[in-house]
């Protein structure tokens, strides 16, 4: 079955352009022109990703992608913001509003395609089964329950949301403001401080049975999810 993606966009042309585009490559196409008439067909028509442009009328993108995360159906669903901004800013609060990628306009039909396929590759564990994965340790996003060699981890709200971004992006350094970002909010303000607080409790309850330390501690870089251990916190 091809997969399916909703075009949110008000302007004709381009939705044009997209659905030629992605029809030429294999996807089926479906559309919306503003963020009321999008909600309805995710619903309706289960796509498989959504290209959501950020100027909408009436309800803005960004909205529109808070709205998609807030309900369970969709908390999952591959969202790409198409944008004519490409500010550092807007970027962020694109991503913290929970899209997956961010593309910006103009930009050329390959490369669209490209990402569109990156973040559905990348969507699919956790669509499929909605559990993530790294060395011994599980989480279960629709039960919200962590294990690790099957014994119960207990976490605090911040640190699942912690550990769940890092066992999204398995191996890769984070630095302390980037994971407030992504974690906390780019709306929010902490202390970068904040963040090691959270990286001890998140380790002392990942490591109660003195298993080998998962969260790397990168000096002066910031921290990830390794199997290479600590060089201790
Ligand atoms: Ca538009």
């Known amino acids: 079955m091809k997969p399916l993606v909703l075009i949110v966009e008000d302007e004709a042309a381009l939705v044009t352009m997209l ?21 309805v067909q995710i619903a309706e028509r289960k796509p498989d990703v959504v290209l959501l442009d950020w100027m909408l009328p009436l309800v803005s993108g960004i909205e ?19 944008t004519a901004r490409g500010e550092e800013g807007d970027r962020v609060r ?7 990628d961010y593309v ?56 699942f949301r912690l550990l769940r971004f ?9 630095s302390r403001e ?4 992504q974690v906390w909010g780019h709306d929010v303000y902490v202390e970068p401080r904040t963040v090691d607080v959270h990286i001890r ?3 002392k309850a990942l490591n109660e049975n003195e298993t080998a330390d998962l969260v790397r501690t990168v ?11 600590a060089d201790a916190a």
């Open 19 to 39: 659905r030629y585009n992605l029809e030429k490559e294999g996807f089926a196409v479906c559309e919306a022109s503003d963020g009321e008439e999008a909600l």
């Open 64 to 82: 529109v992608c808070r709205q998609i995360r807030r309900s369970p159906s969709s908390r999952t669903l591959p969202i790409i913001m198409l």
């Open 94 to 100: 694109g991503l913290n509003s929970g899209a997956d």
């Open 104 to 159: 910006v306009k103009p930009f050329s039909p390959s490369e669209l395609i490209a990402r569109l396929r990156a973040v559905m590759r990348r969507a699919k564990p956790a669509s499929a089964e909605e559990v993530l994965r790294f060395a011994d340790l599980a989480m279960d996003l629709a039960a919200h329950r962590v294990t690790r060699n099957g014994k119960p981890v207990h976490l605090g709200p911040t640190e």
């Open 166 to 174: 890092l066992m999204q992006h398995p191996g890769r350094v984070f």
């Open 178 to 181: 980037q994971l407030l970002d």
């Open 201 to 203: 409790r998140l380790r």
């Open 219 to 229: 000096r002066s870089a910031g921290y990830s999810l390794d199997l290479a251990g």
